[in-house]
C-alpha cells in the first residue's frame, strides 16, 4: 500500500514571495505518477501539476514547479511570485500506474494536506 | 470549461436513512470516482467505476455502499442504511479516456458534504 505524508499542516508566505510544501511519499512500485492539487476555500479540488516517476526532469506549471526526488520518495510544491490567490489547502497524491490500460483504476492516495495562507 | 456537477452541495440526513449523492462527470470521460473526506481527515478512496461496473473499491465501499450510471450523464453514490461515521465531504472525479497522457488527471467537482444525524 502506497502512504503520503504531509509534514506541515499550515503555512504562509508573504504576497509576491516563495513558498516550498513539502510531500513525502512510500511505495514499492517504480512506474507511478505523483499530482498537485489545490483546494481553495470553494471546496472544488484542482490539478495544479503532475509529474511522471520515470521522468527526470521536473514538472513546471507557470508559477508552480516541483523538486522530484524519486530516490528520496519527495515531491516538493514550489510557488513562486505567491498571490491571493493561491490561498488554499493543497494536497499531495500519488497514483500507481496501471499494468496496462484499462487495467483497475487510476485511484489516488493523498496526504493529509498543508493549508497555505498569502499574506498581503 | 466543462466541470464535474456534484448535487446537493450538503445533505442532511437521520442515522438509517438511504442517501443518494449525485454527480454529473465531464461529458466525455470514460472513468468516474468516489472519494471522501471525514473532516480532518484525509481525502480517501471509495471506488471507481468504467465501462458500466465497478474496476476497484476500498475496504471502506462494503454493502452498505453501491454506485450507478443509470444514463449516460448521471454517477451515483448511494448509502443503503447511513451511519453517523458516515458524516463526510464526499467527492465525485472523473477522467478521460484510455489513451494519452490526460487519462489519469482526474478532475473534481465541489463535493457534497453529508451530515448523518
Known amino acids: 500500500a502506497q502512504t503520503v505524508t504531509q509534514s506541515q499542516p499550515e503555512m504562509s508566505v508573504q504576497e509576491a514571495e516563495t513558498v516550498t510544501l513539502s510531500c513525502t511519499y512510500d511505495?514499492?512500485?517504480?512506474?507511478?505518477?505523483l499530482f498537485w492539487y489545490k483546494q481553495p476555500p470553494s471546496r472544488q479540488m484542482i490539478l495544479v501539476i503532475r509529474?511522471?516517476?520515470?521522468?527526470?526532469q521536473n514538472a513546471t506549471e507557470n508559477r508552480f514547479s516541483v523538486n522530484f526526488q524519486k530516490a528520496a520518495k519527495s515531491f516538493s510544491l514550489k510557488i513562486s511570485d505567491s498571490q491571493l490567490g493561491d490561498t488554499a489547502m493543497y494536497f499531495c497524491a500519488f497514483m500507481k500506474a496501471p499494468a496496462y490500460s484499462g487495467a483497475g483504476s487510476y485511484q489516488l492516495t493523498f496526504g493529509k494536506g498543508t493549508k497555505l495562507s498569502v499574506i498581503p | 470549461e466543462p466541470e464535474v456537477t456534484q448535487t446537493p452541495s450538503h445533505q442532511v440526513t437521520q442515522m438509517g436513512q438511504e442517501v443518494i449523492l449525485r454527480c454529473v462527470p465531464i461529458?466525455?470521460?470514460?472513468?468516474f470516482y468516489w472519494y471522501r473526506q471525514i473532516l480532518g481527515q484525509k481525502v480517501e478512496f471509495l471506488v471507481s467505476?468504467?465501462?458500466?461496473?465497478?474496476?476497484?473499491k476500498s475496504e471502506i465501499f462494503d454493502d452498505q455502499f453501491s454506485v450507478e450510471r443509470p444514463d449516460g450523464s448521471n454517477f451515483t453514490l448511494k448509502i443503503r442504511s447511513t451511519k453517523l461515521e458516515d458524516s463526510a465531504m464526499y467527492f465525485c472525479?472523473?477522467?478521460?479516456?484510455?489513451?494519452?497522457?490526460?487519462?489519469?488527471?482526474?478532475?473534481f467537482g465541489a463535493g457534497t458534504r453529508l451530515s448523518v444525524l
Open positions: 511505495t514499492s512500485e517504480n512506474n507511478y505518477y
Open positions: 467505476f468504467y465501462n458500466n461496473e465497478i474496476s476497484e
Open positions: 461529458s466525455n470521460h470514460l472513468y
Open positions: 509529474q511522471e516517476a520515470y521522468k527526470q
Open positions: 472525479a472523473s477522467s478521460l479516456s484510455l489513451r494519452g497522457k490526460a487519462k489519469n488527471i482526474q478532475y
